[in-house]
C-alpha cells in the first residue's frame, strides 16, 4: 500500500486486504499486517474464506461499501441482507433470536405532494430520531424503500418485538412533523413484524413474511400492524 493513500482523505479510509501466492518472511507479514487489515495466503485461505473476509469488511465500513443511504444518513437494503446473512449464522451457530420490525409510512407519496420533497425528508428523519428514542444501542435501522423501514431487533422474543412495534406505530401517529409557518404535518404507518425462528430460520423466508404481513397491514387501511401473533 502506497503512503499517498494513507494521507488522501478519500481512501485514507478504505480498508486493505492483501491476498497473495508469495511465502512471507516474518518481517513481511508483520510490515504489512500493520499496513492492510487482512493477510492472506493463496492457498491457505480459498475463495470461500476470501469472500467471507470481504463481506465482513463490508460491514465495518458500511459508508464505503455503499450501504448507507446518503440522504437520511442510516443503512439501506444492501446493508440489511449482508446483516442478516450474519446473524442468522451467528443464531443458527449459538442457538440465538432477534426479530425485524417492518414499516410503511403511510400515504407519504400524497404527503410529498402536499407539502415538497424537502419537507417529505423532513419528516422521516424526525421520524428515524423517534425510533431512536424507543430501541436500544445495538438494534439497526435501515431505509429499504421511500417511505420503508426496516428495524433488527437483538435477542428480541416475538412479543418484545410486537411491543416495539406497537410503541412505534402510535408514536408516528401522534407526532407533529414540521412545516414552514410553524405548521405541523401528521403521518401514520403500517407496521409488521418477523421472528427468527418463531416464523422462518432463512433470510429470504423471514423477508418474505415481513412482506406479507406488512402488505396486509397496508391493505387493511393503513395504521395497522400485523403480528402473526397476540401482544
Same mark, same amino acid.
Given at each position: ?33 500493520? /499496513? +492492510?487489515?487482512?493477510? #492472506? ?6 475463495? $470461500?474464506?476470501?469472500? @467471507?473476509?470481504?463481506? &465482513? *469488511? ?87 424503500? /421511500? +417511505?420503508?423501514?426496516? #428495524? ?6 416475538? $412479543?418484545?418485538?410486537? @411491543?416495539?412495534?406497537? &410503541? *412505534? ?63
Amino acid at each position: 500500500m502506497g503512503r499517498g493513500q494513507e494521507r488522501n482523505p478519500d481512501t485514507a479510509s478504505i480498508p486493505v486486504v492483501i491476498y497473495t501466492a508469495k511465502e512471507l518472511t516474518r518481517e513481511e507479514a508483520l510490515k504489512l499486517g500493520r /499496513e +492492510a487489515e487482512s493477510v #492472506l495466503i493463496k492457498g491457505a485461505h480459498g475463495r $470461500t474464506e476470501l469472500l @467471507r473476509r470481504l463481506q &465482513k *469488511l463490508e460491514l465495518l465500513y458500511p459508508a464505503r461499501a455503499h450501504m448507507v443511504d446518503p440522504v437520511l444518513d442510516c443503512f439501506n437494503l444492501r446493508y440489511m441482507r449482508r446483516r442478516l446473512e450474519e446473524e442468522v449464522a451467528n443464531a443458527h451457530r449459538y442457538n440465538l433470536q432477534f426479530a425485524l420490525v417492518t414499516w410503511e409510512m403511510d400515504d407519504y407519496g400524497k404527503y410529498v405532494k402536499t407539502h415538497g420533497e424537502r419537507w417529505g425528508i423532513a419528516a422521516l428523519k424526525e421520524m428515524l430520531e423517534t425510533v431512536h428514542t424507543v430501541t436500544r444501542r445495538g438494534d439497526i435501522c435501515a431505509r429499504i424503500a /421511500e +417511505a420503508r423501514f426496516m #428495524l433488527l431487533l437483538m435477542n428480541a422474543t416475538p $412479543t418484545a418485538a410486537m @411491543r416495539v412495534a406497537e &410503541k *412505534l406505530r402510535i408514536r408516528i401517529r401522534h407526532q407533529r412533523f414540521l412545516l414552514p409557518d410553524d405548521e405541523v404535518g401528521h403521518m401514520h404507518a403500517s407496521f409488521a413484524v418477523a421472528h427468527y425462528s418463531e416464523d422462518a430460520d432463512a433470510v429470504d423466508k423471514l423477508l418474505a413474511i415481513a412482506e406479507e404481513r406488512l402488505q396486509e397491514a397496508i391493505e387493511a387501511g393503513g395504521d395497522q400492524g400485523c403480528y402473526g401473533g397476540e401482544l
